[in-house]
């Protein structure tokens, strides 16, 4: 099993940043996949960045510029850093990791998520 704990969530004003940790553990031989997604009330999760194994990234159309994703091996974390928030930015932002297990297996997991607000 392997957990995924986001943390950096909050409250901030339109134009500030905020930066996420995910941070993974358990039984972890690779972590191929690192995502972040994001939900809004009312709306479906959305991918927001990914980096793979061999830390490639992409984003989606509306966080380009603004967001980057990195991720750290040693400490099996991946990292969000978003500036220049907007308000549509609000969403509840989930961590997703594709797992390799040092049985050989290999799973996806979620994070519980962690809220992000931006407003005046």
């Known amino acids: 099993q392997v957990q995924l704990v986001e943390s950096g969530g909050g409250l901030v004003q339109p134009g500030g940043s905020l930066r996420l940790s995910c941070a993974a553990s358990?039984?972890?031989?690779?972590?191929?996949?690192l995502d972040w997604y994001r939900q809004a009330p009312g709306k479906e999760r959305e991918l927001v960045a990914s980096?793979?194994?061999?830390?490639?990234?992409k984003y989606a159309d509306s966080v380009k510029g603004r967001f980057t994703i990195s991720r750290d091996r040693a400490k099996n974390t991946a990292y969000l850093q978003m500036n220049s928030l907007k308000p549509d930015d609000t969403a509840v932002y989930y961590c997703?990791?594709?797992?390799?297990?040092?049985?050989?297996?290999?799973?996806?997991?979620w994070g519980q998520g962690t809220q992000v607000t931006v407003s005046s």
């Open positions: 980096i793979d194994t061999g830390s490639s990234t």
């Open positions: 358990g039984n972890i031989f690779r972590i191929n996949l």
């Open positions: 997703n990791a594709e797992v390799r297990h040092w049985t050989g297996t290999t799973r996806v997991y």
